[in-house]
């Protein structure tokens, strides 16, 4: 229990099997209200243990866990920050999913004209199918989200702890702007401040502070450009795609040196050959391809055969060759072009061997 008590926020020993749903039904409610792990430490003695207990309906012994709106204070010192900005970014996270605040955040963004990211491992945040969404920030995201993010004045962070990892630099881009005002939700009024200074905290379940702040600004006159901001956020997403195309294509050459690569997958019994050059002696070499039969007929015809084994002039060079790497020999091949392709072809034990 000691060891861990310090991961959990709330744990049980039971003493005595009557008390076991007293504990099971503690968990659930400290997981839910406290929104962490719970640990009911139960003796193995207590399986066995028998009583007679009345079942209760979950809402008869915990609530939902979720909170209401922030303080009115704090939301009208946010919505103060919102008006006076001109380039407003969203982030959102685990909280927006918990509290079902897709929607509400899409409503808030189009109030505001402003781009829509999520954080890390939380791209179900945000509804990605909609023009003002541009993906997640952090690691290996997007990076029209990044540089949307970096050019705002002021951030608004719904639902999310804001952690070290999601927010470092990527492809070579600072892109938490230092000088932008951040306004900051959480439920968990520990996270707000912890890992930078905020304009507002607000502290309270996600859905509900969106809709606060969707009340607040709803016939309010905004200082933001919205065809300009809209503009500048379409072609940040389409400069993005446009480098993740050029990044994906993959350019296909064609070796046409008989296909001798890939003729050791084919399933035909002809044979196709290659010319290429030893690297030991240079001399001349066959390779041959045959059928994928395991037979001793198919497997020779499978082998690189140096000519230098023929004339007797290169074989103490394939000799010490064979005693290096009894087990491969390395050929040359030249495409027809010029380009060189390294190939390691199999060497039967018998070949080469010394007299």
């Known amino acids: 229990m000691r060891m861990l008590d310090p991961l959990v926020v709330w744990q049980m020993q039971v003493n005595r099997p009557e008390r076991m749903s007293t504990a099971i039904r503690g968990a659930f409610r400290a997981a839910l209200s406290l929104r962490g792990p719970a640990q009911v430490d139960i003796p193995r003695d207590s399986y066995y243990g028998t009583w007679d207990e009345e ?6 012994y915990r609530t939902a866990g979720k909170l209401g709106g922030a303080d009115t204070e704090d939301v009208g010192r946010a919505l103060a920050a919102l008006m006076g900005a001109t380039k407003v970014a969203i982030l959102a996270g685990l909280g927006a999913v918990e509290s079902d605040a897709q929607s509400d955040i899409d409503e808030l963004a189009e109030l505001l004209s402003a781009p829509v990211a999520c954080v890390w491992q939380h791209n179900d945040a945000i509804i990605n199918s909609r023009p003002l ?9 997007s990076e029209a989200a990044m540089r949307l993010v970096a050019d705002a ?10 952690n070290a990892f999601g927010t470092t630099p990527q492809y070579g881009i600072d892109f938490f702007p230092k ?15 912890a890992l930078r200074p905020v304009h507002a905290g607000l502290v309270g379940d996600c859905r509900a502070v969106t809709r606060q702040l969707i009340a607040g600004l709803a ?22 795609a446009a480098k993740l195309r050029a990044m994906s294509m993959i350019v296909s050459r064609s070796l046409s040196f008989n296909l001798s690569v890939v003729s050791m997958r084919a399933q035909t019994s002809a044979a196709l050959f290659a010319a290429a050059s030893c690297t030991a002696c240079s001399a001349s070499v066959i390779w041959s391809s045959g059928t994928r039969s395991k037979s001793p ?3 020779a015809s499978r082998t690189a055969i140096c000519a230098g084994t023929d004339t007797g002039e290169n074989s103490g060079c394939l000799r010490q060759a064979r ?8 050929l040359r091949c030249l495409h027809p072009a010029g380009r060189r392709t390294w190939q390691r072809f ?3 034990r018998t070949a080469h061997r010394p007299t």
């Not at 005693?323 to 390395?330: D, E, F, G």
């Open 55 to 60: 079942p209760l309906e979950p809402a008869s």
């Open 133 to 141: 969404s541009v993906g997640s920030v952090g690691y290996q995201g």
């Open 153 to 162: 004045d002021v951030v608004l962070a719904l639902g999310t702890r804001l």
């Open 179 to 193: 000088s932008a005002k951040l306004i900051h939700n959480s439920m968990n009024p520990l996270d707000i401040g």
């Open 219 to 240: 016939g309010n006159r905004l200082k933001v450009d919205h065809t300009a901001r809209r503009q500048q956020i379409a072609a940040e997403k389409k400069a993005w």
């Open 297 to 299: 007929a198919a497997k």
């Open 323 to 330: 005693i290096r790497r009894p087990w491969s020999m390395i």
């Open 346 to 348: 199999r060497v039967p």
